[in-house]
């Protein structure tokens, strides 16, 4: 057991775990749960670009982030690499037409501070943003 594990296992013992991210893909919509308790929503029928950010936060921080951007923009949601569900989502990304998976398999790679374009919509859909609304609560199923 290395040094860190040992540390984390610590921290888990004595409470300090922080709750993770959750991503929720249904249909219709992404939601995304955040650590901090905030909750993003987005139609997939918004969705306009997929990209992978990546840095150098180092072993103790999650340093690549899938961000969804929706058309009309700039409304976007970052979901780190380590929320549950991400591979769910990641499936369903692969979906789309002309998903590039050689830039997400480049991207989750990268060691660098960079930013990967897999996925861009290139026209508008027919009524993207007209309908701004939200469920009041997403629910915590």
């Known amino acids: 057991m290395s040094l860190l594990d040992l540390l ?45 950010l990546t840095g150098s936060g180092g072993t103790l921080v999650s340093d690549v982030y899938i961000v969804l951007t929706a058309f009309p923009g700039p409304s976007a949601m970052s979901i780190p690499q380590g929320a549950e569900g991400v591979d769910k989502l990641l499936a369903a990304m692969k979906k789309l037409p002309g998903f590039d998976s050689e830039v997400l398999t480049q991207a989750m790679s990268s060691t660098g501070v960079e930013r990967f374009v897999c996925w861009q919509r290139s026209v508008p859909p027919a009524g993207a943003g007209d309908d701004c609304s939200e469920p009041e609560s997403f629910g915590d199923d």
């Open 8 to 52: 984390r296992s610590l921290l888990t013992f004595l409470g300090f775990k922080k709750k993770a991210d959750r991503v929720v893909i249904t249909d219709a919509s992404i939601i995304h749960f955040g650590s901090d308790g905030a909750q993003e929503f987005m139609h997939w029928d918004d969705l306009a670009e997929v990209a992978v």
